[in-house]
């Protein structure tokens, strides 16, 4: 299947700071919930991640993420994930984030 432009578009990826994360262990898989700041016009957004094995909760807070921002919001148990923070599988399948190799401002659209 072929997208158009116009889906890209559709798709509102920003940059964003993780400012707080915390344990999450209702989640049926392993999992930490995230509160990732996307900026003023966006604001902070929460969301539950399953990247457990490849970071430790402590580094979390400060690092830069990108995320889709305009999903609808999605209950995770007893948590209601407004955001999906994107990444990649690594060799064994565990996500690794994607981020700007640079640091940007939160809200940074990703074109």
């Given at each position: 299947m072929t997208a158009s432009f116009d889906d890209f578009l559709k798709i509102d990826i920003r940059a964003g700071r993780v400012v707080k994360a915390e344990?999450?262990?209702e989640a049926r898989k392993p999992a930490y919930k995230l509160w990732v700041d996307y900026g003023p016009e966006i604001g902070v957004k929460k969301s539950s991640a399953q990247i457990t094995k490849n970071y430790?909760?402590?580094a979390?807070?400060?690092r830069m993420v990108m995320g889709v921002v305009n999903f609808a919001p999605r209950q995770i148990g007893p948590f209601m994930s407004e955001a999906l923070v994107v990444g990649v599988p690594d060799e064994s399948g565990e996500v690794v984030l994607l981020a700007p190799d640079a640091d940007v401002p939160p809200g940074a659209r990703l074109y």
């Amino acid at each position: 299947m072929t997208a158009s432009f116009d889906d890209f578009l559709k798709i509102d990826i920003r940059a964003g700071r993780v400012v707080k994360a915390e344990a999450f262990p209702e989640a049926r898989k392993p999992a930490y919930k995230l509160w990732v700041d996307y900026g003023p016009e966006i604001g902070v957004k929460k969301s539950s991640a399953q990247i457990t094995k490849n970071y430790a909760l402590e580094a979390l807070e400060g690092r830069m993420v990108m995320g889709v921002v305009n999903f609808a919001p999605r209950q995770i148990g007893p948590f209601m994930s407004e955001a999906l923070v994107v990444g990649v599988p690594d060799e064994s399948g565990e996500v690794v984030l994607l981020a700007p190799d640079a640091d940007v401002p939160p809200g940074a659209r990703l074109y």
